[in-house]
């Protein structure tokens, strides 16, 4: 799934967990009953920056920081060859 960086540029809940190569991160974005990464990469010419959707997933009450914490360590290991 894409969206343009826009659609999140306001949020309070928005967080940059890796800087890549080539000007592209990764953010998470935390909601009520959900988080989701998204790879955000850079814009080119006058049209805003692309973000695709890494991962989705449902947060428990009891277990938010466990769940949030597993699936970075997860995400951050697929992309550790293009850690800037």
Do not use: H
Request: net charge positive; with cysteine.
């Amino acid at each position: 799934m894409k969206t343009t960086l826009a659609k999140f540029r306001y949020l309070a809940n928005r967080k940059e967990i890796a800087k890549l190569e080539g000007m592209k991160s990764i953010m998470r974005i935390e909601y009520l009953r959900k988080a989701e990464w998204w790879l955000v990469l850079p814009a080119v010419g006058d049209s805003d920056s692309v973000c695709v959707l890494i991962r989705r997933v449902r947060l428990a009450k009891c277990y938010r920081k466990d769940t949030i914490s597993y699936e970075e360590r997860q995400i951050l290991s697929q992309y550790a060859d293009r850690l800037a």
